[in-house]
């Protein structure tokens, strides 16, 4: 297992630092160089959380300012880490936006969902503890360009056949903030170059009416 630096900055939290793509590992912390820690600082070496003498919890910490690379038309989960402060801890987005197909949770600070545009995407994550305290980092992730997956036109979630499901889908999609098709022009039913209410229509037409099938997209 590798080894991982643990340093008390100043006296009020742990500093650590973990590589990106080794966070799912065990690590083996060394406290060696801390057996008598500064003055009013304590360490608990069963769980690693240091602690002041005055009992003061370490301020809420957003750790990572990146999130791993992810690839558009795939499926990504990474998580905002934050230590530190009171939990459960609220995320929220203070500034510019995830990139497209993806969200954040409010209450796990996990990004997931599946990019649709690829290319590098700014934001501010921000984590508010239960009992107050915030930290905010900018974070910059990149997509990277994939391969639109096949698709049937209308099928809007993605799921292989078409029914009333990807009118749901397609309504939340244009009117709610819902995920979009993947890709998006899965839900162009009419075959127009564009996803909007008369691919819905559309979709009901087929369905319910016997209208004609949805047409192959652009
Ligand atoms: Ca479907
Ligand atoms: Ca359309």
Same mark, same amino acid.
């Given at each position: 297992?590798?080894?991982?630096?643990?340093?008390?900055?100043?006296?009020?939290?742990?500093?650590?630092? #973990?590589?990106?793509?080794d966070r799912e590992k065990d690590y083996v912390f060394d406290l060696?160089?801390?057996?008598?820690?500064?003055?009013?600082? @304590?360490? &608990?070496?069963?769980?690693?959380?240091? *602690?002041?003498?005055?009992?003061?919890?370490?301020?809420? $910490?957003v750790i990572y300012d990146t999130l791993m690379t992810g690839q558009?038309?795939?499926?990504?989960?990474d998580s905002v880490i934050v230590r530190g402060g009171s939990k459960?801890?609220?995320? @929220?987005?203070?500034?510019?936006?995830?990139?497209?197909?993806?969200?954040?949770?409010?209450?796990?600070?996990?990004?997931?969902?599946?990019?649709?545009?690829?290319? $590098?995407?700014?934001?501010?994550?921000?984590?508010?503890?239960? @009992?107050?305290?915030?930290?905010? *980092?900018?974070?910059?992730?990149?997509?990277?360009?994939?391969?639109?997956?096949? +698709? #049937?036109?209308?099928?809007?979630?993605?799921?292989?056949?078409?029914?009333?499901? &990807?009118?749901?889908?397609?309504?939340?999609?244009?009117?709610?903030?819902?995920?979009?098709?993947?890709?998006?022009?899965?839900?162009?039913?009419?075959?127009?170059?564009?996803?909007?209410?008369?691919?819905?229509?559309?979709?009901?037409? +087929?369905?319910?009416?016997?209208?004609?099938?949805?047409?192959?997209?652009?």
């Open positions: 297992m590798p080894l991982i630096d643990v340093s008390v900055n100043a006296v009020s939290y742990v500093d650590f630092q #973990v590589p990106m793509m060696t160089n801390i057996l008598t820690p500064p003055s009013g600082v @304590s360490v &608990d070496r069963n769980d690693w959380i240091l *602690k002041t003498a005055a009992s003061e919890s370490y301020a809420v $910490h558009q038309f795939i499926s990504y989960q459960p801890y609220t995320f @929220s987005v203070t500034s510019g936006s995830l990139p497209a197909g993806l969200t954040l949770s409010t209450t796990t600070g996990i990004v997931s969902g599946t990019p649709t545009d690829s290319g $590098h995407v700014t934001f501010t994550v921000s984590a508010t503890g239960t @009992s107050g305290g915030s930290d905010s *980092k900018q974070i910059t992730m990149r997509i990277a360009p994939g391969t639109p997956p096949a +698709y #049937v036109p209308g099928d809007a979630n993605h799921d292989g056949a078409i029914d009333i499901s &990807d009118v749901v889908y397609l309504i939340a999609y244009i009117f709610s903030g819902g995920s979009a098709p993947v890709p998006t022009m899965a839900g162009d039913a009419n075959g127009d170059c564009a996803v909007d209410i008369s691919d819905a229509v559309y979709l009901i037409g +087929y369905i319910f009416s016997g209208g004609t099938a949805p047409l192959p997209g652009c």
